[in-house]
């Protein structure tokens, strides 16, 4: 299979430059410099152990926040209040 594919590829920048400037700029916005530089300062490791442990906590808190709008539906809640 990959002796049947070519090895390189002519891509044109003007197709990429503005996504991948987009995501340079997010990266090392000042709210992100910070969380970039250690990123890529650290380990690999840690930092995916921090997403991790980021990404358990945001549906630890989804989870709670649905359980609490399941419950007030429940109650009587009219469901188009909670939105």
Do not use: C
């Amino acid at each position: 299979m990959l002796a049947s594919n070519p090895g390189a590829v002519y891509l044109r920048e003007g197709l990429l430059q503005d996504a991948i400037n987009g995501w340079l700029g997010h990266l090392f916005d000042r709210k992100n410099r910070d969380r970039t530089v250690a990123a890529l300062m650290d380990p690999q490791e840690p930092v995916i152990e921090a997403s991790r442990a980021s990404a358990k906590k945001r549906l630890t808190d989804a989870e709670a926040k649905s359980t609490r709008f399941q419950n007030a539906v429940m109650a009587g809640v009219d469901p188009a209040v909670l939105v």
